[in-house]
């Protein structure tokens, strides 16, 4: 059975930093592209940033780029998202999602498998 699993969010102050993980259990991770996505309430999902499984090119968003950095750890079948100089307009729920190869997907469509998302709140 296929599992993908966000953790480490939370409350944080604006100027804090989070590391969010991804888990997976029943695929291996090094097979897919994973890609992080948040969604604010009454927003549409919004794509961040974007690891490749091959050559691990990665990818984020201008809204993130210089402030948000994902990595993989295919050992550990786990990708991180390590976000500093937290903004308020950070504050969603954060998915992440898994991609089987190395394409780029176009669409959310194209994602195989979602995690059930973790709640980042950046608040003083």
């Known amino acids: 059975e296929v599992h993908v699993v966000e953790s480490g969010g939370g409350l944080v102050q604006p100027g804090g930093s989070l590391r969010l993980s991804c888990v997976a259990s029943?695929?291996?991770?090094?097979?897919?592209?994973i890609a992080w996505f948040r969604q604010a309430p009454g927003k549409e999902r919004e794509g961040l940033s974007l690891?490749?499984?091959?050559?691990?090119?990665?990818y984020h968003a201008d809204s993130v780029k210089g402030r948000f950095t994902i990595s993989r750890d295919n050992a550990k079948n786990t990708v991180y998202l390590q976000m500093n100089s937290l903004k308020p307009e950070d504050t969603a729920v954060y998915y992440c999602?898994?991609?089987?190869?190395?394409?780029?997907?176009?669409?959310?469509?194209?994602?195989?498998?979602w995690g059930q998302g973790t709640q980042v709140t950046v608040s003083s």
């Open positions: 690891i490749k499984n091959l050559d691990e090119t990665t």
């Open positions: 029943g695929f291996t991770m090094d097979a897919y592209t």
């Open positions: 999602a898994a991609h089987y190869g190395s394409t780029w997907p176009r669409s959310l469509n194209e994602y195989d498998y």
